[in-house]
């Protein structure tokens, strides 16, 4: 089974920042422009700060508050309390800092026509006071009202380009991860099913056997004994692993992956429960990867289940050779049996998950009938190097 890089449960995905909390603007900039103005007002002749100017640069930062709620209204309030407090006369402070603010958070939430259209009322009404004030500098100042203006919306959609191709990265890597953990519960309904429908046929077939020589043959009651105990316990230390994955209890890969060396142990339990079976096995296992051999060893463990239960059959045959190719070589794992074929019967369970693990190495499972009987055939291709995948 092929391990999975991380945990098989997942509480959501890392909560993606979002910039300082919205009370810690609004209260920052709120006492920034009231102090700073407070300062700068004592070396001004303008007009005292009373209730009304305090309200007013109170409430170009009550405006920031509503940066995800309703962020359309941010630069509105932004614009009229600016626009009143320089008109009332007032001194001349930090006051455009939430005018500012409301500007690049505008942008940011996507609102640009609305962005652009406040940041060009605002340097338009900064170049007309200039003008009407008789300021020899106006072009100056007005040149730079336009650059800010502009440099506050540029780098709104900044933070908005950069906040869109954060929340594409994040998408695509849930998706991923969802398809990694849908990919590992299927490898893990595959293992399970494998296990517990071979052990669980291996059993029920030595139980009969062991119900009918208890009778006839007490002699041979014995063997067929040790063979359910040596397949439960075999299946209950497998199932309990397979468990243990689901809790996270254990290592995600498994201690003990099923190889070719252990298909004789397979063969031997179908000829317990009175199949003849003959292995030919023309393979090196060691120039075979481990997914290719534990994907064999599952279809051949299915393919002899399904023949004990199924088919009928007396016998069956088990075949493991390799084909050399330009790009690598295929293992065809193949098996034959003399039994009563599919007939029409529907493929279950066991089939698809043949078919699964091949299509997961990139190769095919095919059935033909025979006369009689059938035949299982696996093609698992392996890497040029023969061996990892």
């Known amino acids: 089974m092929r391990p999975y890089q ?7 995905p890392p909560r993606r920042f979002n910039g300082p909390p919205t009370a810690f603007i609004v209260i920052t900039v709120a006492v920034i422009q009231v102090v700073g103005t ?20 109170l409430v170009g930062p009550a405006g920031l ?3 995800k709620r309703s962020p359309e209204l941010m630069l509105p309030l932004a614009l009229v309390a600016t626009g009143l407090y320089l008109a009332w006369g007032y001194a001349w402070g930090p006051i455009v800092l939430s005018l500012a603010l409301a500007i690049v958070l505008t942008a940011a939430a996507g609102l640009r026509w609305q962005a652009w259209l406040g940041a060009g009322l605002a340097a338009a009404a900064v170049v007309a006071g200039a003008v009407m004030a008789g300021d020899d500098g106006w072009p100056f100042r007005a040149s730079a009202a336009v650059a800010w203006a502009a440099i506050l919306v540029i780098l709104g959609q900044g933070i908005r380009r950069r906040t869109e191709r954060f929340a594409e990265y994040r998408r695509r890597r849930e998706a991923a991860a969802k398809a990694d953990r849908d990919e590992y519960r299927l490898t893990l309904a595959r293992d399970i099913h494998d296990v517990v429908a071979h ?3 291996m059993i029920n077939v030595q139980a009969s056997v062991a119900l009918h020589l208890g009778t006839d043959d007490p002699e041979k009651l014995r063997p067929a004994l040790e063979a359910i105990k040596t397949a439960s316990k075999e299946s209950l230390t497998e199932v309990r692993q397979l468990l243990g ?7 995600f890969e498994p201690a003990a992956v099923p190889t070719l060396e252990r298909v004789s142990e397979v063969v031997k339990q179908a000829e317990l429960g009175g199949l003849q079976v003959r292995l030919d096995d023309e393979t090196d296992h060691s120039a075979i990867g481990p997914a290719q051999q534990e994907a064999a060893y599952r279809i051949i463990q299915e393919a002899l289940t399904n ?8 016998s069956a045959v088990v075949r493991l050779l390799v084909r050399k190719g330009t790009e690598g070589g295929v293992l065809t794992v193949q098996v034959d049996d003399d039994g009563a ?8 369970n066991g089939l698809t998950g043949m078919r699964e693990r091949a299509a997961a ?16 055939q696996a093609l698992l291709p392996l890497p040029a190097e023969g061996g990892q995948p």
């Open 307 to 314: 023949v004990g239960r199924h088919s009928g059959a007396q």
């Open 341 to 348: 074929g599919m007939g029409l019967s529907v493929p279950g």
């Open 6 to 12: 991380g945990p098989l449960v997942f509480e959501g």
């Open 245 to 251: 994955v689901l809790r996270e209890d254990v290592p």
């Open 65 to 67: 508050a509503f940066r």
């Open 361 to 376: 190495l990139g190769g095919t499972v095919t059935l033909y009938e025979l006369t009689p009987g059938l035949r299982v």
């Open 38 to 57: 407070l300062f700068s007002s004592a070396h001004q002749e303008a007009r005292p700060l009373d209730v009304f100017g305090i309200l007013l640069l």
């Open 199 to 201: 052990s669980l046929s």
